[in-house]
């Protein structure tokens, strides 16, 4: 009986080690959204950040989350809500501080916070176009990175109907006969620019980081992610369209390596030796009888006085009701002397 008992404990380890883990999470449908597991949806994007460090989700006007008070990140992704002045006021102080705003949007809808800002960097209203693309026109490829952190491993990156930067210097730039308009030239695609003790980081391709792009672009993804930081504020608030249609729950299923089975199997099997060798039940014998000694006077009647019973119990063991100075030998020499 017993050793089903101990392969019952191994079984129920394994079970609770493999048994599928809840996670509640919420679901959208909007474009860039971190909770879009769609095509068009960041939630691969917002993933990769998650292993870096700790992303928290902004759903809320900057001024209302107290944006500068914050150290960190702040994400960007395809906006198309206008921001307020209180918001690019908040951004400026976050800045300064000593964050970093990282903005990839394609025709301008960051351009308002850029101006409000007080920088002359902006988004192009009009698509870039290049000679080097994959597959279709839409589809421009670009080769030239400058920075050397941001090309580790990274051959090229495929961009998705980009626009370009204009008015500042760039890191990664599209090749030489690329189009923006009427003007042909080498653009920059993306584009860093110091801000207080902060940085405002741009690319011109908010599509460049949606799940359908992400296999394609994972190298240059995951060097911009350590690029960035450690901890990120993902901005929802300016999606327009951010309509979590449902919350819900899904189980991932965990797998149960030879190091934990082999962790299962010792725990079990010293528990089977300290049973067996009799070690728990003399403990246990041991701890019955000092609760026993502990509860002498609990079973007596209620009409006995437990304080003088323990009084005269007392006394009986010293030998004398008066104490160690006329105790057991002095009553004893008394009565000696009087025979």
Excluded at 7 to 29: H, Q
Excluded at 46 to 72: H, Q, T
Excluded at 138 to 145: D, S, T
Aim: glycine share 6%; aromatic share 12%; hydrophobic share 40%.
């Amino acid at each position: 009986m017993r050793i089903v008992l101990y392969g019952f404990l191994v079984f129920l380890g394994v079970i609770l080690f493999i048994f599928p883990l809840a996670i509640p999470i919420v679901k959208t449908s909007a474009e860039f959204s971190m909770f879009n597991t769609r095509w068009d949806g960041c939630s691969k994007f917002a993933r990769l950040l998650s292993e870096r460090g700790e992303i928290v989700p902004v759903i809320y006007p900057y001024n209302s989350v107290n944006l500068s008070k914050l150290e960190g990140v702040l994400i960007v992704v395809g906006p198309d809500v206008e921001f307020s002045q209180l918001e690019a006021e908040e951004v400026k102080k976050f800045l300064e501080k000593g964050g970093t705003l990282f903005i990839a949007d394609d025709f301008g809808t960051a351009n308002g916070l850029l101006k409000k800002l007080g920088l002359k960097a902006k988004f192009s209203t009009k698509p870039l176009i290049d000679l080097f693309y994959s597959k279709r026109i839409e589809f421009p490829v670009v080769v030239r990175i400058e920075d050397p952190e941001l090309a580790i491993d990274v051959k090229n990156v495929t961009l998705n109907v980009p626009s370009a930067i204009v008015g500042i210097e760039g890191e990664i730039f599209s090749s030489k006969v690329s189009l923006v308009g009427e003007s042909m030239g080498s653009y920059p695609i993306m584009a860093e620019v110091r801000y207080g003790k902060g940085r405002i980081i741009m690319i011109s391709d908010p599509s460049l980081l949606i799940n359908d792009m992400f296999e394609r672009n994972k190298k240059f993804i995951e060097n911009l992610v350590r690029y960035l930081g450690n901890r990120f504020y993902f901005d929802e608030a300016h999606h327009s369209d951010f309509n979590p249609y449902s919350i819900t729950t899904v189980y991932i299923h965990r797998e149960l390596d030879e190091e934990k089975a082999l962790l299962i199997f010792i725990a079990v099997t010293s528990l089977a030796i300290f049973i067996e060798s009799g070690v728990a039940s003399k403990i246990a014998r041991t701890f019955t009888i000092s609760r026993k000694k502990e509860d002498i006077f609990d079973d007596l009647p209620d009409w006995i006085d437990r304080e003088k019973l323990k009084k005269m119990i007392d006394e009986i063991k010293k030998g004398s009701k008066i104490g160690d100075m006329y105790g057991r030998k002095g009553v004893y020499r008394k009565s000696k002397k009087r025979s």
